[in-house]
């Protein structure tokens, strides 16, 4: 991993831990955190499951073109989750909101 990727996922990071202690609400894209962690296993190579109803319903109150902003970043990938994959999960959820990006 190069070092611009690792200070994405340190930003990444320190912007959770941050919400955390102070007690915020805490989301990415309007995505609940414990979302993206029902997701993680739909998204995570070499053998992604099926994304669960948890990960569905998180996913279909998100914010899915925010979203975008990080499928070319590498902060995915520095967190072990395929991008390619994450685009897929909307379609997988059978989500019609699906963004083109």
């Known amino acids: 991993m190069d070092k611009a990727m ?8 320190l912007m959770v831990v941050n919400n955390i202690g102070f007690g915020e609400a805490q989301s990415i894209c309007n995505m609940p955190i414990a979302g993206l962690y029902a997701c993680r296993p739909a998204v995570t190579p070499p053998n992604p499951t099926a994304p669960t109803a948890q990960c569905c319903m998180a996913l ?7 979203f975008c902003a990080y499928r070319n970043s590498g902060a995915l990938s520095s967190f072990g ?8 999960l909307p379609k997988r959820c059978n ?7």
């Open 6 to 13: 690792k200070v994405v996922a340190l930003a990444l990071v």
């Open 81 to 88: 989750i395929d991008p390619n994959l994450a685009m897929q």
């Open 60 to 66: 279909g109150q998100a914010d899915l073109h925010c």
């Open 95 to 101: 989500i019609s909101k699906s963004p083109n990006c």
